[in-house]
């Protein structure tokens, strides 16, 4: 094989191409390639990050839902204890109530009786006179038969 012209012309354009690429295209290809590799390296680190935040919030979550569902338990103790104590003192002031109403049922029983037993004193002395009257066949003077009606109440 002989080293001709041509031979030594595509050896010194080929070189001529390697150090144009190596000036002019390797680098912005090395940039670009550098670029891409920094934005794929940010977005991992990206996502990455999401994804520990993502673990926080549930985290996060899961304590805030455990803090409602203490805060609702001791809600409803509170209402439970507060409906109890609502209900004992409903039962007291029903028996209070129920004790005055009896007290007042009572004394009005005990008019309603003294009053009967009034006009019953009065029924009888009447009956009393007139069955006086009848006997003794004649009539008693007003005076008389009310000092009559007083002594016959009294004695009742």
């Not at 670029?35 to 977005?43: F, L």
């Not at 803090?67 to 439970?80: D, G, L, P, V, Y």
């Not at 009065?122 to 000092?147: F, M, N, Y």
Request: aromatic letters at 4%; charged letters at 30%; one cysteine or more.
């Amino acid at each position: 094989m002989n080293i001709n012209a041509t031979l030594i012309g595509q050896a010194i354009t080929f070189f001529i191409f390697i150090w144009f690429c190596m000036k002019y295209v390797w680098p912005p290809i090395m940039q670009a390639l550098n670029e891409r590799k920094q934005n794929i390296a940010d977005g991992l680190a990206a996502a990455e990050r999401g994804r520990h935040e993502h673990e926080l919030a549930e985290r996060r979550a899961i304590d805030i839902l455990h803090e409602a569902k203490e805060e609702a338990r001791s809600i409803i103790t509170q209402a439970h204890n507060r409906g109890t104590e609502l209900v004992e003192e409903s039962k007291g002031n029903a028996g209070v109530e129920g004790e005055r109403i009896i007290t007042a049922a009572r004394a009005e029983i005990e008019q309603e009786v003294n009053r009967a037993k009034e006009e019953l004193r009065k029924q009888v002395a009447l009956l009393a006179v007139e069955g006086a009257s009848r006997v003794i066949k004649r009539e008693i003077d007003a005076k008389t038969h009310d000092e009559l009606l007083a002594s016959v109440a009294a004695q009742i």
